[in-house]
């Protein structure tokens, strides 16, 4: 077994970028600059925020955090977003989802310019992915297309079976990896929630991807031998033992799954680290683009 390493790939990734960043600025441009929005106190989103702003300066880009409280409302989060879409300085800049419930998402993906959209949630930016044209891929489907590349592991004629049918990660993860691209070219089976005979289909599975947000729902008797395993899933679980007050947990039982599988990715360590390597990727894409 091969534990995908994603913190070490995204370290690598992030080193690779600093070294862009620096001939970037050798050759007098600006450093890219990426700006994020969060609305309310939700503590899971305030860290995976705070990881995203921290990660841009220890790469030399720019950042901007702006918090907004639980209460602001949907005019006043499109008026933020109007100002950062018109100011020349920012490159790219996300919303952090999930948004408050009196907040339409859709209406606030939608007001991003997508130029500026490092997310890739804007509709243009989800066509033009779909249609396999160069675009701003999401942070997590991107990393897990980079994983499998570096790792090498071999996606062409294998069967795939995506679990979940988020827009963030199932749906586009099973649209990329059933296109012609290097790691591509896989049949793909997408399941959720209403998916009758689900182990019978994990079963015949090389490749899963498991994004259901369900603690341990993929077990070892839901797979064949040598597959390999993506394990999205990050759920907080009480844990009076952590500092924290809680563990992380994915959506795969680690322990018995991992006996059966050529590769892995571990939570902590997997997917997480990734997300942020891409989302830096894709904010020095915006960067370069415009120069
Ligand atoms: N919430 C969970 N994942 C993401 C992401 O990739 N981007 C944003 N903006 N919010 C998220």
Do not use: W
């Amino acid at each position: 077994m091969i534990l995908l390493d994603g913190k070490k790939t995204a370290a690598d990734i992030k080193a690779e970028i600093a070294l862009e960043v620096s001939t970037l600025i050798e050759r007098g441009h600006k450093k890219p600059h990426l700006a994020a929005i969060i609305v309310g106190n939700d503590g899971a989103s305030l860290t995976y925020v705070n990881a995203k702003v921290k990660a841009c300066e220890r790469v030399g880009f720019e950042s901007t955090l702006i918090r907004l409280p639980e209460n602001t409302t949907e005019s006043d989060l499109l008026n933020e977003i109007a100002i950062l879409n018109i100011d020349k300085d920012i490159d790219g800049f996300i919303v952090q989802l999930p948004l408050p419930k009196h907040i339409d998402e859709q209406k606030i993906l939608m007001a991003v310019d997508p130029d500026k959209d490092v997310d890739g949630f804007h509709p243009m930016n989800v066509g033009k992915m779909a249609l396999n044209l160069p675009t701003f891929i999401s942070a997590t489907p991107f990393g897990i297309l980079e994983l499998l590349d570096r790792y090498n592991v071999q996606t062409s004629g294998k069967h795939v079976v995506v679990l979940g049918r988020s827009h963030i990660v199932g749906s586009p993860m099973s649209i990329l990896l059933s296109q012609k691209r290097k790691v591509g070219d896989a049949t793909v089976t997408i399941c959720h929630s209403r998916t009758k005979n689900l182990k019978e289909i994990t079963l015949q599975a090389d490749i899963i991807v498991a994004a259901i947000g369900i603690p341990e729902f993929l077990k070892a008797d839901m797979i064949k031998e040598n597959v390999t395993v993506i394990d999205v899933g990050i759920t907080r679980l009480a844990d009076s033992t952590k500092q924290s007050g809680f563990r992380l947990v994915g959506d795969v039982a680690f322990d018995e799954v991992s006996k059966k599988c050529d590769f892995i990715t571990p939570v902590p360590g997997g997917v997480g680290p990734m997300t942020i390597a891409m989302l830096l990727k894709n904010t020095l894409l915006a960067c370069k683009r415009k120069s």
